[in-house]
């Protein structure tokens, strides 16, 4: 069955420092990935989506992700976080590749960021 | 363009009473998802509609979730009798049907059993 593993449950990291979230994922093909946000009290939004194309995917808010085949990886990334980014992190993938089915999610990351 | 819906937004039942969540899902979005989100983990998917016909219910606690989408639009997620294990947020989302479509959440609903 396809999966997302997200190693980190959670990370502290300094206002205005690089972030990296990580995402590994089990599939049979190439997947359709995604990244949602989701901040205390508020359900879940859309950072970015990776169908196919170019491996590098530019999302909301300043994030990216790039999708490695030959690592099962589909890590997230900012430059410079910012103190509102304090949020939990899914990694997800659909259990078909549509994306209008039923998504599987990682355990998620949980940020903390240090003014 | 509005979002997904949900009411109520919280919810405190004791345990063995009845509870029921309703979503209001994106206008024309075809499918209608509703997720299970227990504390520390990724949602999990109970149900998943298309119009108002079940696609895939295998998750779904048949003995005491039910849930509806009658006319295709709107949906109703009930748990009779709750149980301590079912505090969690019930998220629904939605989608059209087309491969770029994508699932928009709403804010959920948080249940607490006592």
């Known amino acids: 069955a396809q999966s997302v593993t997200q190693p980190d449950i959670h990370i502290t990291v300094s206002e205005g420092a690089s972030l990296e979230l990580r995402c590994n994922y089990s599939y049979g093909a190439t997947p359709y990935l995604f990244w949602y946000v989701q901040s205390p009290g508020q359900g879940l939004q859309l950072l970015l989506k990776y169908f196919s194309g170019d491996t590098l995917v530019q999302g909301i808010k300043g994030f990216e992700a790039e999708f490695k085949r030959s690592q099962s990886s589909f890590n997230l990334r900012k430059p410079s976080v910012h103190w509102s980014d304090a949020a939990e992190y899914f990694c997800?993938?659909?259990?078909?590749?549509?994306?209008?089915?039923?998504?599987?999610f990682g355990t998620g990351t949980r940020l903390a960021v240090r003014p | 363009e509005a979002g997904v819906a949900q009411s109520p937004r919280y919810k405190i039942i004791e345990k063995r009473q009845s509870v029921a969540f309703w979503c209001n899902p994106i206008?024309?979005?075809?499918?209608l998802y509703w997720y299970q989100q227990i504390l520390g983990q990724g949602p999990k998917l109970l149900i998943q509609?298309?119009?108002?016909?079940?696609?895939?219910d295998s998750q779904l606690p048949k003995d005491r979730f039910s849930a509806e989408r009658l006319k295709g639009v709107d949906s109703t997620l009930k748990i009779q009798p709750a149980k301590l294990e079912d505090s969690a947020v019930y998220l629904c989302?939605?989608?059209?049907?087309?491969?770029?479509?994508?699932?928009?959440f709403g804010p959920g609903t948080r249940l607490t059993v006592l």
């Open positions: 989302a939605s989608s059209g049907q087309g491969v770029a479509d994508t699932q928009y």
């Open positions: 997800a993938v659909p259990g078909k590749k549509s994306s209008g089915d039923k998504l599987t």
């Open positions: 509609f298309q119009n108002n016909g079940v696609v895939d």
């Open positions: 206008s024309g979005h075809a499918t």
